[in-house]
């Protein structure tokens, strides 16, 4: 079973408008983290935002907020305003484990493009 | 710029040939992570190195190694290349303090090599 699910292969959304991406996991620690990842077509991967099992708030970083709902386990990130430099591939990875010394390998789901249009 | 650097940017050989690939973690940190990026494969963790230790251990095929150095820096070494080896292999590194909290361990990507078999 996969452990990341991103289900939209593809995304289209016009300038200015808000996006959501879909990313359900699978875990059955209590201790785990999730992360956003947007990798342009340049290739790199850039960090968006983080969001921990623990949080009893869902995270935000600028235009960029993650719609945490645990007992679903879906960890959707929202784009507010999009940008047409938001194009791009889109990731959400997990993290499991606790700290101390763990792996912390990041698992990957197989991401979203998508396409900001003016 | 996540101040993870790797060398080379782009690498093209033949089958059968031996490669290596460089990466130098960010100033502090002691962990570093390989993966690799592939059309069908998608983003699949490698390998883990913490201090200069082997951490943990991915989908690597034999044909893969890795070291960290003294220096911190890490190598990931591919022989006997096949066609399917073409990927983006990417490097990252975090801090991995158990002191601190699970949120301040972000992995920090470097740039990628771009690897090419033909």
């Known amino acids: 079973a996969q452990k990341i699910t991103q289900t939209q292969p593809g995304m289209f959304v016009q300038e200015k408008e808000a996006v959501t991406l879909d990313c359900t996991y699978d875990?059955?620690?209590?201790?785990?983290?999730l992360f956003w990842y947007k990798q342009p077509s340049s290739g790199e991967m850039i960090f968006l935002i983080y969001?921990?099992?623990?949080?009893?708030q869902n995270a935000t970083e600028g235009r960029y907020s993650l719609n945490f709902q645990k007992a679903r386990k879906s960890a959707n990130l929202v784009i507010s305003a999009s940008q047409l430099g938001d194009s791009a591939m889109y990731f959400c990875a997990m993290r499991e484990g606790i700290s101390g010394g763990s792996n912390y390998k990041l698992t990957f789901g197989k991401g979203t493009l998508l396409t900001v249009n003016p | 710029d996540s101040g993870v650097t790797q060398t080379p940017k782009h690498l093209i050989t033949a089958t059968g040939q031996r490669v290596t690939l460089r990466c130098s973690p960010r100033s502090g940190d002691l962990s570093v992570y390989w993966y690799q990026q592939s059309l069908d494969q998608g983003l699949q963790f490698l390998i883990q190195y913490y201090n200069g230790e082997e951490r943990a251990k991915g989908n690597i095929l034999e044909r893969f190694s890795a070291q960290q150095f003294p220096d911190l820096h890490s190598e990931l070494n591919l022989s006997s290349l096949e066609l399917g080896d073409s990927a983006l292999y990417f490097c990252a590194s975090s801090v991995e303090d158990p002191e601190l909290f699970y949120a301040d361990n972000e992995q920090f990507f470097g740039p990628g090599t771009r690897l090419t078999v033909l």
């Open positions: 969001q921990g099992s623990y949080d009893e």
């Open positions: 875990t059955s620690d209590q201790s785990y983290g």
